[in-house]
């Protein structure tokens, strides 16, 4: 790309056809064709940004961080992992374009969602198609907001209309709405406030000071995953049913302090190891773990086909490689693994054995 510089230029300023298209497809499509790109405006005072995305494979985001983390610096653009967050303006612009529909007069009523996310409620005066509606309140979000804050934090986005009929005066907007121009700086007080409503202390102090839960669960056929659970044991059941909920789940909104959230899973028994049950496993990681002050285990539960114990790591690389080193010490079998619940870590897996295999995956 640094040497494609002038070229770049010259297409940015209409001097010339060069066919940027087929240049990112070439190059950034041999790496995984799913990656979408854009370019844009810097937000630096640089010339242009280039914002690499997976959209809704957010998977992809460990590979993009590798790509930009790896770029050359002399490449002379600001490069980006997310859709950064836009003026009214320019949201205005993309909501008109892709779907006729006027934002600036719009609404927006924040209201509480399932697993301390945000749902948001549009309403359009000029109204406008159902689908038509839809699209502008989506389009709305990612370019207010930026594609970070609307992945981790927003939840259900429904819109409505002022309805066909030509008013001599606008509808009302919803009691406790925003106007669009308000609405990333009313969604940031408001995630504050989600926050502080969060445990003060770690999960290793919190764990000690609040009371347990036993669940019962209805275990599913699909492999991967924690589906085929039909028992556990949990500090929190709010966290709990975040991450077994399919939601798409992020360590922030239930961490003021930084941790990741995973499992150990194992497949299969344990009578070759030095384990007699899962429990010994959970104690001796929660031992050696919170000895070390790298986190501490969160529960544990028990599949038709797995057992799991999940983990809270405030050091995730050094955590880690403490619990491939203990486990792979105790003889637990070869498939299994450390896994995590942030969406976009989804993918992500660590073998304890050195021949372990890959663990089912959604797309297996």
Known sequence: MSAKRPDLDRLFARESEWDLAAFMAEHLGAIDHRIMWEFGPSHTGG???????????????????????????????????????????????????????????????????ANHRLDLEYFFPGGGSREDL?????????????????????????AKGGGRLKMLSQPAAPIGSVIVGELAAAVTARIDVLRAQLP??????????????????????????????????????????????????????????????????????????????RGEIEDELTEILERHDLGTTVGGGTGTVHSYVELAL?????????????????????????????????????????????PPMPDD
């Not at 897996?349 to 295999?357: C, K, N």
């Open 200 to 277: 003060d202390t770690t999960c290793a102090s919190f764990v000690k000071q609040t009371e347990w839960s036993a669940l019962e669960l209805e275990p599913q056929d699909a492999m991967f995953g924690q589906f085929d659970q039909i028992a556990a044991i949990t500090p929190n059941v709010a966290l709990f049913r975040a991450t077994h909920s399919g939601d798409r789940f992020y360590d922030e909104r239930f961490s003021r302090h930084g941790e990741t959230f995973g499992y150990v899973k194992i497949e299969g028994g344990l009578e070759a190891s030095r384990y007699a049950d």
């Open 47 to 113: 010339d242009h940004q280039l914002v690499l995305t997976g959209e809704d494979d957010v998977f992809l985001r460990p590979l993009i961080e590798t790509i930009l983390e790896r770029a050359p610096d002399d490449i002379g653009l600001e490069l980006a992992a997310d859709r950064p967050a836009e003026s009214v303006d320019v949201a205005t612009l993309f909501v008109d374009q892709q779907a006729g529909v006027d934002l600036r007069a719009a609404a927006v009523l924040i209201k509480d969602g």
């Open 134 to 158: 839809e699209i502008a309140a989506f389009i709305a979000t990612t370019r207010l907001l930026g594609e970070a804050v609307m992945e981790r934090w927003i939840g259900e986005i429904s």
């Open 314 to 358: 405030t050091d995730v690389d050094t955590a880690v490689d403490m619990i491939v080193k203990t486990l792979r010490e105790a003889g637990v079998p070869n498939r299994s693994w450390i896994q995590f619940h942030r969406a976009d870590w989804s993918r992500e897996w660590v073998g304890i054995h050195a021949d372990t295999p890959r």
